[in-house]
């Protein structure tokens, strides 16, 4: 068994180099450091000895490492150490011990000692290396080998001394060697130096070069251009010269067309001068006409002053009519307002979708039939017909009543134009509001938004789908070019809110910047406005810009599936768009804001089979309704105090609902006879909402009297 007994500096330094990131010389190998080990057979003891006095697991595994040499040893230090001087004596001296075991001629006695002094010191205990012997210390060690002999085998205590006596030059070798490898660290260490002020030489003349690179690319560039523009000039002089040259040819021939032209001038002066002689007299009797006629001009200019009087009067009275006209405008969104007023602040419009896709109208037994009284748009029943269960048919009539049911075959079309004149007051200044209420499925997004709205980067043709909310841009578009002519210049802006768990989200914004965001509802008091802190409003330029918008906003708003739809949405959607107009004839200024809200799905808990997340998402949506109801309720019973802090929707809308402003709700319900109880508790929820009045609308406007 052999131990190495001195550390490897090479290892040592390449991990202190790994931990400080310092790049070593490739060059700088191993063999450059030599270590000079000293193996635990050259203290010249039998190997039967060793065994004894070794734990046995240890001698299992001394056996084993002699049958297997360390595979890290090096072959050049290997060398090195044989080469030694030192080695000699301490091979003499293992083959004299191996000539006689040591078993044989001691006892147990004699083994007790040498046993205890190997114990005391480790075998492999780490002996430095030392300055190298001197040549007399070569003969010196000779010469004790000489005197000495080989000791016989019993002699146990005499080669001991032998050995002792070798440890003093074996140490001063071991001296040698560590000197040895601190001059070797040292030249390590300054070549990491020098390679360290290498490299950053290396860069600096690196960017120097590159500096150099770009200004020479700069100077090519330059004389490229320049030589581009002389070439230029070159050409635009060649077609100056040409040109030049073409008008001295064209001069040429008009300056002897002018000589020409002279010549006969000449002759005509000398014949017209003999005529002048004759005009001489026409012209006295043309000055006899003149003063005539000045006396006929001063008869003409009294009349003129009858004209001009005229045509102040005129002046006064198109002034005066422009008057009537504003007069007439304020006098026409009088009317309007009273109008709207008259139909009620909150106005409730029913729209039954028809059958989509594969949809029946039967469900097992129980079919749900809707049937709409004649000579009135406004009624609704629901028949609803059942087995006994003696066979015979049995049916319960449940009627409703609203301010217009449109039936399954109506169009997005003939649904907007009952709502247009909301669209115009929010013109003419007032906050408006229109909601779409029912169980998902019934076609709330489709009456607000449309048909054709996707994710997808697909223009969208303006069709007859187009929902309440494109449509009513394109009327405040329409609108306020007609005012144009009278004095009105309108500044328009969107934004589209997005209420999920009670949380605000923007879904015009996106990115990591958008997550992290709080979105803050403010509401100033004195002007009767609201707006959400931090959230994307859009300058809206023109009515195409909508779709845009919409694209954006489906993107990000969330949905999910359910047992009621595919996609269900999951949140509350506020599209608003805030209307700002002055009158540049009169100094008014009008501020209106109309609200478009698709709300989420009214169905109870139990019906929309929710679990997890999605319940936690209806229990929010069914507490934020609730909540809008109590607001709703409380405005019609005139309460001191209106719970709009009990939802965010409400909170978010408290300057759009009350007295201050019109209000309409679209009551969606679903023709499948799977759905008549979610249907029945969406008409009951909206016929309550449209038996109350919540008071006179007001108008947002102010007018300047220094106008």
């Known amino acids: 068994m052999s131990t190495e007994v001195a550390r490897d500096p090479l290892r040592e330094v390449q991990a202190s180099n ?68 030192v ?58 080998k000489t005197k000495t002999g080989a000791r016989p085998a019993w002699d146990t205590k005499g080669r001991l001394e032998d050995v002792e006596k070798l440890i003093p030059t074996m140490k001063a070798e071991l001296d040698l ?33 590159e500096e150099q690179q770009q200004q020479r690319m700069a100077l090519q560039r330059k004389i490229t251009d320049m030589l581009n523009d002389h070439t230029f000039e070159m050409e635009q002089t060649q077609r100056k010269i040409k040109t030049l040259e073409m008008q001295y040819d064209t001069t040429s021939a008009d300056l002897s067309g002018a000589k020409a032209e002279i010549l006969s001038f000449r002759l005509t002066i000398d014949r017209q001068t003999g005529q002048l002689a004759a005009q001489s007299s026409e012209l006295d009797a043309l000055k006899a006409l003149l003063k005539a006629s000045q006396e006929s001009n001063a008869a003409k200019g009294k009349e003129i002053d009858g004209l001009n009087d005229k045509v102040d009067m005129m002046t006064r009275t198109i002034s005066d009519l422009e008057a009537k006209i504003r007069d007439d405008e304020a006098l026409r969104k009088k009317l309007h307002n009273t109008i709207q007023e008259l139909k009620g602040n909150i106005r409730v419009f029913c729209r039954i979708r028809p059958f989509v896709g594969d949809e029946s109208g039967t469900d097992g037994q129980l079919t749900a039939n809707f049937e709409f009284p ?76 449309g048909a054709g709205i996707s994710t997808d980067d697909i223009p969208i043709v303006a069709d007859d789908s187009r929902g309440m909310i494109p449509r009513a841009v394109e009327q405040v578009f329409a609108s306020a070019e007609v005012l144009k002519d009278k004095g009105w210049k309108y ?84 599209f608003q768009l805030r209307i700002a107009g002055v009158n540049s004839f009169t100094g008014e200024t009008t501020n209106g804001l109309l609200n478009l809200i698709d709300l989420a799905g009214s169905e109870r808990l139990d019906q929309s089979g929710a679990t ?67 249907t029945i508790s969406s008409l009951r929820f909206a016929q309550k909402v449209n038996a109350c009045e919540i008071g006179t609308a007001k108008k947002q406007s102010k007018v300047d009297l220094r106008a």
């Not at 011990?97 to 492999?124: F, H, I, Y």
């Not at 709502?419 to 003419?428: A, E, G, H």
């Open 18 to 85: 790994a931990g400080s990131k310092l790049k070593l010389p490739t060059k700088v190998t191993k063999a450059d450091f030599p270590v000079q080990t000293l193996q635990v057979s050259d203290l010249a003891l039998p190997a039967e000895s060793m065994k004894e006095n070794l734990p046995a697991g240890a001698a299992t595994a001394a056996a084993k490492r002699k049958r297997e040499p360390d595979a890290r040893e090096n072959p050049t230090r290997k060398q090195k150490t044989e080469a030694e001087p």
């Open 491 to 574: 500044d328009i802006e969107a934004s589209f809110i997005e209420i999920y768990n009670e949380t605000l989200r923007d879904l015009l914004a996106s990115g990591k910047a958008a997550d992290e965001a709080k979105y803050d509802i403010k509401h100033d008091a004195a002007k009767g406005t609201t707006s959400v802190a931090n959230a994307k409003v859009v300058k809206v330029e023109r009515p195409a810009q909508v779709y845009e918008l919409l694209r954006k906003a489906t993107k990000n708003r969330a949905v999910a599936r359910t047992l009621m739809n595919e996609r269900s949405s999951r949140s509350h959607s506020v």
């Open 87 to 144: 080695a000699k004596p301490a091979a003499a001296t293992r083959s004299m011990m191996k000539k006689t075991p040591l078993s044989e001629t001691m006892g147990a006695t004699a083994k007790a000692p040498v046993a205890s002094r190997l114990r005391d010191r480790p075998l492999n205990q780490t002996v430095g290396p030392k300055p190298a012997p001197t040549r007399a210390a070569a003969p010196a060690a000779a010469a004790v």
């Open 612 to 678: 997890g997340q999605r319940l936690k998402e209806t229990q929010a949506i069914n507490k934020s309704l609730s909540a809008l109801g109590d607001v709703i309720a409380a405005l019609a019973n005139s309460t001191t105090h209106v719970p709009y802090r009990n939802s965010k929707l409400t909170f978010l809308l408290q300057n759009s609902l009350g007295g201050n402003s019109k209000t309409l709700m679209f009551v969606n319900v679903s023709p499948r006879a799977t759905d008549l109880q979610e």
């Open 177 to 209: 060697m560590r000197s040895q490898l601190k001059d070797k660290e040292s030249v390590i260490t300054e070549i990491s130096h020098a390679k360290t002020t290498l490299d950053s030489d290396y860069s600096h003349t690196r960017h120097e070069m």
């Open 374 to 449: 004649p000579n009135t748009d406004r009624s609704l029943d629901i028949v609803t017909e059942m087995s006994s269960a003696t066979g015979k048919d049995c049916g319960k009539r449940t009627g409703f009543t609203f301010d217009k049911v449109f039936q399954p075959n109506s169009t997005q079309k003939q649904v907007f134009e009952e709502i247009s004149q909301l669209v115009q007051s929010s013109l003419d200044g007032y906050n408006t509001c229109i909601f779409a209420y029912g169980q998902t499925g019934s076609g709330k997004t489709y009456t607000m938004e």
